[in-house]
């Protein structure tokens, strides 16, 4: 058994590798950029019929001028090093909408949507960059794409589990998959998603300093998300690091992003 899952992972490894911008770190990437990009808009347009958009004149036109100026910033970087294929197909788009919530995303391809429930947190032209470079930064290292090859790559190996241990009882096979699945969420999705977000964060620090905004800020905006921060969960369950530890991170790479810096 554990050798055909080995021989699986190898596979998938040696044929489903790109490296994200800039980290260089090697990720999984088993899906392409058209079928992603397609899925990713068809999901936009469904969410955007649904939602509420802000009635916010000044807010509106906040977060359309920091996503614009971010991404002309990171379009101009990839031109001069010669990577704009990294984004080929990307179409910006930001949005505002009402909802409380203190949240914001983005969807593979650029387009970004921010709650009015974080513009209180954000409190200005910076803080909403720290925001959105974090956002674009999941767009442009393609971590839907790294996620959506995950989940293959795990349901590649249940389904090896379930030939190996096909003449086991119904109760054994059952068994085995929920164990199976524990594991794979516990020491690979949730993780991994950790992962994910340390890097947007480092890119996104990156991001909002070519634009002309200064990094140091991402350290105040996080510190004001910690003091709303209510929740007990574990971050071992989570899918985000703790704010302490986000923090921690982002002191460390603060001097990289610098570099970048242009007032």
Known sequence: MIKKVAILLTVLLLTGCSTVLL??????????DSEVLALSDSSYQSYMATAVKSSKTTENARVTRVGQKMTTAVES???????????????WAFSL??????????MPGGKIVVYEGILPVTLNDAGLAVVI???????????????????????????ILGTVFSSKSATTQSTI???????????????????QEYEADRLGLIFMSMAGYDPTQAISFWERMSALSQTSTPEF?????SDAKRI????????????????
Not at 79 to 85: D, P
Not at 237 to 241: G, M
């Open 97 to 106: 909408v009402k909802d409380s919530a203190v949240n914001a995303f983005c």
């Open 177 to 195: 998959q929920s164990v199976f699945g524990i594991v794979a969420e516990g020491f690979v999705a949730l993780p991994y998603s950790r992962k």
């Open 23 to 32: 980290t260089g770190r090697k990720q999984l990437s088993l899906v392409s």
């Open 133 to 159: 470079g974090h956002e674009i930064a999941h767009a442009v290292a393609k971590h839907a794409n790294e996620r959506l090859s995950q989940q293959m790559a795990t349901n590649a190996g249940a389904s």
């Open 237 to 241: 369950l989570s899918t985000h690091p």
């Open 248 to 263: 921690a991170n982002l002191k460390i790479v603060l001097a990289e992003a610098q570099t970048y810096y242009k007032k």
């Open 77 to 91: 970087y990839l031109k001069e090093q010669g990577l704009s294929a990294k984004i080929t197909g990307y179409s």
